[in-house]
């Protein structure tokens, strides 16, 4: 299966709490609404949710997990375009701080990533996009911990 950009469905609403996301400035637990999107791969047991930031010059902040391990993306979002002809969306992505325990893994990791990005619509609704890109503009750098 691939990812998946919904609305968390109420079947999830446990497993999204269980898995610990931090709010983006990192003090308190990620709020879970029932218009809270992610981008699901349930077969790879892996998920793209965005944090929050995006204002006052501040980046925006997703978190990919996979399989326990939370990875904290920087990301800036650019698009072009109209909601009549379709908005062109790029990710930007900013920072790719690898766990140590995942770092042989990174390949695989940053495929997911950009898969997971090239479905992420924001806040815009499928009819509305014409074109979603994405933009490592980074190298990977290991990181201690989980």
Not at 18 to 36: A, H, P, V
Not at 39 to 56: K, S
Not at 64 to 86: A, H, K, Q
Not at 87 to 111: A, H, R, S
């Amino acid at each position: 299966m691939a990812f998946v950009f919904e609305k968390v469905p109420e079947k999830d609403y446990e497993f999204f709490k269980s898995m610990g996301l931090k709010n983006c400035w990192g003090n308190g637990s990620l709020s879970l609404s029932k218009d809270t999107k992610w981008c699901a791969d349930r077969d790879r047991n892996a998920y793209l949710v965005r944090i929050g930031g995006g204002f006052n010059d501040m980046p925006n902040f997703h978190d990919f997990w996979w399989d326990g391990y939370t990875i904290r993306i920087e990301v800036v979002r650019t698009s072009t375009g109209n909601y009549d002809d379709g908005i062109n969306i790029t990710w930007n992505i900013m920072t790719l701080p690898i766990p140590n325990e995942l770092w042989e893994k990174q390949t695989e990791i940053l495929k997911m990533i950009n898969e997971a990005f090239s479905i992420d619509l924001g806040w815009c609704e499928k009819e509305e996009v014409r074109s979603v890109n994405v933009k490592i503009m980074c190298e990977p750098e290991i990181v201690e911990g989980k």
